[in-house]
């Protein structure tokens, strides 16, 4: 196991190579810089501009700025914002808790709601329940978030007046009750595409598995139906599962993005889609780096925890 | 049974899956509403009396059903049901076009690392899983913040944000099927690598590469929202679902209509698109075959 | 220091400036003990000397005496070589500061340059010197997060991307503060900021203010007072006038003709901008009253065109001497109204036969080379021209100040005019208010002839506040309208 | 047509009322929105302790009759009607509830596929230990007594240290006991067995097949044995019902059917059915008897004309043959071991020659066919075709020279296109080599397909159209597209029906009388070897341990490994029924080895001319 693990860490640093080099090389090529805001908004002449691409170090040449950036991330230095002069850690970290409590919500509840639909939908194919959760799901699949976002914003805060219209807490209050409130419509529009996605995969996964033999076997020796439902069909299901957590986590991040911005959510993907408004280049990356290691992490994760559950895989 | 009755596919190329795809009335629906979606905004906007792009600034914000327009009028007094019309043609070909060459990439990619496999194969996928390694919205976000919007930057980026998928399911399929063994007669009797590859290989991909088609169209459709909503997208006068949307939101409180028409439009293209993909998928795929 | 205007409003509630300037125009005393002039001998006569006289009983939030030292040390830090200062106009020509007394300082100008009053008073503030002068990359210290000023409010906490929370400084200098704490909330989407003004989650919405489509509603609400102020930026058309048709006077009047100005402002403005024909905010003293006047004429833009020898060709679009009457406009792509603007401006333009097609950009590409080395067409753009409360223009008029031609400002329009070069010159040395006024009367009177820019109309901020919350006032002199939290307070 | 009331006069002296009687069983699925019965009017009785076969072709309906008795037919598109008593009771009108307390109870089952059939999650003691909790009320550590009793009983070593295993880790005959053990928990009184050695090698079914004799007599219960194998039926059971397209066109003491069969199906089915030993004194391979399905009358089978070549250099020399594949692991790609596949080999084969190689599952048969075409890279050793090494060929004179040798596979399903016509399919190897315009290729296409028992039209239709026989016939006229002189025919007829496999074994039979082929004829199925091969090699762990001659090696088989397998064999013929085998419960060995792993230096001896057998060591000797 440990040399699997190790195996696997190599090729995910392989991996963050590649990924910062495409990322860095994005970045930088792209027209645009993290100046112009400044020479928008602050009356700065060219020759000011010219002074601070150099005290960026902006103006030597791709490779060797990419050489640079990626030895002092190895040296955990990741770089500090143009914006305010923030350690760029530091200012991923003042947001991953926002971000983090908004997906963790999410997750639960698309992974029980969506897991009983999907189960539900399995064991009563083609009736009635299982045709709406189809139908409920492909639309909610279909729908923008950021759209469904601003009908529950204009219908629950705007119109009913029951929830915030936005942000983490209010300022001041924090407590548990505050927040659970500011949480409840973000959490539910991006939980809107989890739970549909969840109900998918469990609902197909659940009907890959009842068809199986030894689901057949467990019949032919009599177990009641209940037993064959959870000790044999939904151990199985739930295998696939893990891997569909590990890789539903771009999508969830990428959702996250969304929902924030609609709720103004001050998590990281508002906070990336700012620094690239601004061209904020460590940020930007920093935050790339970022996601592709908790996307790596996840992959790992679920692989790791895949050959734990399931037996047939011993990997060494 | 002996093993030989279920050892491989019965796959009627067109019958027994156009039966199968008939009987999913919801993936009917779904190419029926597609159908019309693109026939109605490819000659609707023809059958109108007014020009997607003509502002009225005297009759902004009309309401639906006031006087000749039917879904009302805009922010510029212009007529939403034309622009509607257009925005759909727009979006749509975003659809198609991002879906093709999605597809065309994916379909290279994923054959090349599927059948060559060792180094080729390594060095194509783990870029395919560099590339998957950014959410989607970033990666697009992160492109489409450093490119000028418009049709073909727009497509192409999406373009770029979906081949992966399409390569990997590809790649599994066509590495999976390299071993069948009429891949292997194909080798035995001297075909090319090129032969074998996309006239054995592919064509027998193709029950997932269809389903992977019409859902990346339904993925484009939405994703081109997502620019536009985010700022980044199909350039004024011309419209989009998104950008119609992006323009609406503003005024949801006071012209509700602006958001919901495109929202609908937008939900009602990509759903349809999701069941005739989720109908194809049950239809070519044999397993769903009753005994 | 490299910033936006958002952290506009945080500095003036942490920090001090020498002096400010108030709504009327006035310069106002802050860490100063009196403003200096020709006539109380803070200022010699040609302008060169500068002695200051400071407050003596100022001290830092970490209750350090407030010093000269403090402010020889900001104004040299800016001229740092190594400190990424966002601007240095003005501030490069200070020359042997010298600390006379704990309460006086004394610099030599190189040039005399009336502006940098202005630019003092309202674009710098002075940091400490006891903190700072022991950070070695003045650029990333971890007095960013944490500042230590002489303001009216003390920091209290920030959280990245959602708000930053001041204090009351109970030792403060001046006038106030009379309310405890200042949270500023950071919303980017403009309708979540109105929907938060409507469900009272927030008191007052500044800097961006209230969309104008929300503005007529937003008045009808209870509790709720909405304050529609000018600022000084003007919202016009930037042409690019080393670009093919464009460069023509006679094309750039008729466009000027064809735009249904009033459309813009009393439709997608909803009536809340009023029209200008000059650069300088009609509040200023420097304004210059009587300029010609905007009309709504495309028959006589067609007229102008069909003279001067613009002919309609293919698809109506005129041309002249193979020069097509076609050209781009770009602005920040997802501003709404702006984009409105420019759809309204294609119909008008096409009527008398110029074609125009849309190019925006997110910001930070257009405002970046495209705009810098105006390699734009045409450009939709607001922009304060004045240095604090100050008309001087040379770095956007100058014809030295064109980047694209290596030089020093950020004359993008490439406008060139020997004349208005001569006035700029003569204004910068002026320090008489009466002399001032005249010079640039007639700048804006040349600026105007010229149609270096199109202008549409003088910006302007709604803003809301809560009712009961006191002490809100508008002042077109500052960038922001929150400069005076110190002296609001709820009844 | 018959029924319960012909019961065999042997098992009719101790019939006292049937355990299991099965009375006008049909079983309809949904097709298309309409009903379509499966099984049709299917009566038969199990007496007690008797053993029934249900044997049939594929589609005959014989394992829907099973599923249909344990009301096993999922309920949304299947429907059974008819009678089925268990001991007087209907089985059919029992409540759901009921029903469980029969199945796994009363009537167990055991499936074909060992390999799916245990669920992979749970151990397998756990999976046992289930239905003794369930059905006999056990506490949870009695159970696990019992469990590992069974365990013992179905003969699995170490059956206390493998309780709480997981199924993976068992092999497919180990499996089939562990579900043996799970049937027997509750000591049923009838054992439903679907085709349950199927999926195993020879000598593991000889090992099954003699378990379940003998603990049928220990526990005292009736089986229904369901299977495709005659040579199965003939060992096990006592009285046959013969199914027939959902019918049961037949039924009677096995014995009985085998020695007179009355219906035309049954004739034509055991006519197929290759018998071990029925080949003593013919130095020549022989056709099969084909038996009209309907009249019942058959041709005589002839034996085939001598086609061997008698050239001095024979057609295909392999020598020293090697084919290992590392099994990697780590982050370098360490080689931890090596599957030996073929170890050393050498061998030749005339033009006009069949030479067979026979083995069980993993012993390097199929690599060795593969090496030979270079489809698979051999470690060393040489590949002399027409003289020509072929190893030593560059990818481009290969894929010129593979128009010499061509290979035909075993599932015909899997080894045709099924997105190309038949007719393109067979023209691709001309088209690919660039041999023929498209006209001549559909005249050679149309001539193929006559030559290969079809008729030119078919080449528009696509695979899933034909039959599997019919699609192997497609298959080997598209092998000879390109007029090779050597086949490699790796299992080429081992999924095929037994009278379809007779077929197709007459056809290459004659093929290679008309056109002089060479076939590596690859097989685990002896019969079908001794009946259509001149020589054969016994392939064991990668080696050839015996070749020779096929009547030699036949009549006089020398390594002990060959009469193993020669001895697992079941035969068709009921009258040796009686006969206890004395069968080894042990395992097929892998072939993987240790990356250090030297192979020994064989020594070989000629038995008679040309019959050669490998010296075998301690290994062999108990």
Known sequence: MARYVANRLAQAIMLLVIVSAIGFAILHLAPGGPLSQFAASAQMTQEDLDRVTRQLGLDRSLPIQYLDW???????DWGHSYRDGEAVLSVISSHLGATLELMATATIIAVLLGGWIGVLGALRRYSLFDSLATVGAMIALSIPTFWFGLVTIYIFSVKLGWLPAGNRETVGDGSFLDLLHHLIAPALVLALV??????????????????????????????????????????????????????????????????????????????????????????????????????????????????????????G | MTSAALSTVQLAPGHAAWRRFRRHRLALAGAVIILVLVLGSAFGPYLLPFDDTYIDIMKRFAPPLSGAHILGTDELGRDVLARLMMGARVSLSIGFVAMVIAMAVGIAVGAFAGFFGGVVGAVLMRLVDAMLCFPTIFLLLALAALIEPGFVTTTVLIAATAWMWVARVVEAQVRSLREREFAVAALAFGSSNLRIMFRELVPNAVAPIVVAATLNVAKAILLESYLSYLGYGIQPPAASLGNMLNNAQIYLTSAPWLAIAPGLAITLAVTSFNFLGDGLRDALDPRMNIP | MPGIEVDQGIWWQVFSPLWFIDPDGKFVPDLAREVPTIENGGLSADGLTWNIKLRSDVKWHDGTAFTAEDVKFSLELINNPDFRARSRVGHSLVKDIKVVAPDEVHWRMEAPYSPYMSILGSLTFIVPKHILEKVTDPNASPFHNAPVGTGPFRWGERVPGDHIQLNAHTGYHGKGPYVERVVFKYIPDPTVLYTQFRTGQVDYTGLQGILPNFVLEAKTLKGRKIFVSSTSSVEHIAPNLEFGALADRTVREALYLAINKQAIIDALNYGLPTQTESFVPQQAWSFQQGLPQHKYDPAKANTLLDAAGWVRGSGGVREKGGVKLEFTNSTTSGNAVREQTQQLLIQDWRAIGAAMRVNNMPAAVIWGDFWQQSKFNSVIVGVNFMLGSDPDVTPRFGSGAIPAKGGRGYNTYQYRNPEADRLLAEGAKQFDLAQRKTTYGTLQKLIRDDLAILPLFQGFIAEGVKEGLQGFRPNINMSINCWNIREWYWA | MSSGASVPDHVAANARSPVLSVSGL???????????????????????????????????????????????????NGRVEGRVQLAGRDLLTLPEASMKDVRGNEV????????TSLNPVLTIGFQIAEALIQHRSLSRAAAEVETIRLLDRVRIPAAKSRFHEHPHRFSGGMRQRVMIAMALACKPRLLIADEPTTALDVTIQAQILELLKELQQEEEMSILFITHDMGVVAEIADRTVVMYGGQAVETDATARIFASASHPYTRSLLAAVPRLGSMDGRPRPMRFPIVDKVTGTSDEPAETPDTVSIAERPLLEVSNLTTRFPIRSGLFGKVSGRVHAVENISFSLRAGETLALVGESGCGKSTTGRSILKLTEPDSGTVLVDGQDVLAMNARTLRDFRKQMQIVFQDPFASLNPRMSVGTAIAAPLLANGLATASQAREKVADLLVRVGLTADMAARFPH????????????????????????????????????????VNLMLDLQASMGLAYLFISHDIAVVERMSHRVAVMYLGEIVETGPRAALFGNPQHPYTKKLMAAVPVPDPARRGIRRQVANDEIRSPVRSPDYQPPVRQYREVSPGHVVQVWGEEWSN
Not at chain 1, 213 to 238: Q, S
Not at chain 4, 108 to 115: H, K, L, N, V
Request: charged share 20%; net charge positive; hydrophobic share 50%.
């Open chain 1, 70 to 76: 990626f030895g002092r991330m190895l040296r955990g």
């Open chain 1, 194 to 315: 989890e739970t549909a996605m969840w109900g998918r995969f469990m609902r197909s996964s659940m009907l890959e598995v009842i068809n199986q033999d030894y689901i057949r076997t467990a019949r032919a020796k009599g177990m009641p139906e209940w037993r064959i439902l959870t000790v044999h069909a939904l151990r199985n299901a739930l295998l696939p599962m893990i891997t569909v957590a590990g890789l539903q986590f771009p999508t969830l991040l990428g959702g996250a993005l969304v929902a924030e911005t609609v709720f103004t959510w001050p998590g990281m993907g508002r906070l990336f889609l700012d620094s690239i408004g601004y061209r904020d280049y460590p940020v930007v990356m920093g935050i790339l780096m970022f996601s592709a290691i908790m996307v790596l992490i996840g992959s790992l994760l679920a692989d790791i925890l895949y050959a734990v559950v399931d037996p047939r895989i011993r990997v």
């Open chain 4, 26 to 76: 049909t079983t309809s699925f949904m097709r298309e929105r309409q009903w379509s019965p499966v099984v049709r009017d299917v009566s038969f009785d199990v007496a007690s302790r008797e053993t029934v076969a249900i044997v049939g072709e594929s589609g005959s309906g014989k394992s829907v009759t099973a599923l249909s008795i344990m009301r096993l037919i999922p309920k949304e």
């Open chain 4, 108 to 115: 167990a089952m055991i499936f074909q596929e060992p390999m």
């Open chain 4, 465 to 504: 159209e034909f039959s599997g026989g019919q699609r192997q016939r497609i298959c080997i006229a598209r092998a000879l597209a390109l007029g090779p002189k050597l086949i490699v025919a790796d299992e080429a007829v081992s999924a095929l029906d037994v009278s379809v496999k007779a077929q197709v």
